[in-house]
């Protein structure tokens, strides 16, 4: 799946690339849940970013894209193997 298969639907794959991801499009993609997503990003593994102005309780959250997928593609497991 690649950045623009998760588009929102006002959006276009024509629109400047996507180098960051809200969680949601970051677990639409990768297929991991939510709590899975946070672990990670609180392990370090992948490179997240929050956005929050001082004295607010909430923010948005960014999840780096390439960093996602690399973490991913570093678990993955070969696959068949020409002959």
Same mark, same amino acid.
């Given at each position: 799946? %690649?950045?623009?298969?998760?588009?929102?639907?006002?959006?276009?794959?024509?629109?400047?690339?996507?180098?960051?991801? *809200?969680?949601?499009?970051?677990?639409?993609?990768?297929?991991?849940?939510?709590?899975?997503?946070?672990?990670?990003?609180?392990?370090?593994?992948? %490179?997240?970013?929050?956005?929050?102005?001082?004295?607010?309780?909430?923010?948005?959250?960014?999840?780096?894209?390439?960093?996602? *997928?690399?973490?991913?593609?570093? *678990?993955?497991?070969?696959?068949?193997?020409?002959?």
């Amino acid at each position: 799946m %690649k950045p623009k298969d998760i588009l929102p639907t006002n959006q276009t794959a024509t629109d400047a690339p996507r180098e960051w991801l *809200r969680v949601k499009e970051a677990c639409a993609y990768s297929r991991l849940s939510k709590p899975k997503l946070y672990d990670l990003m609180n392990r370090g593994l992948i %490179k997240s970013s929050s956005l929050r102005e001082r004295g607010q309780v909430k923010g948005t959250r960014l999840v780096s894209f390439d960093s996602l *997928r690399q973490f991913l593609e570093s *678990r993955a497991s070969g696959g068949a193997t020409a002959v």
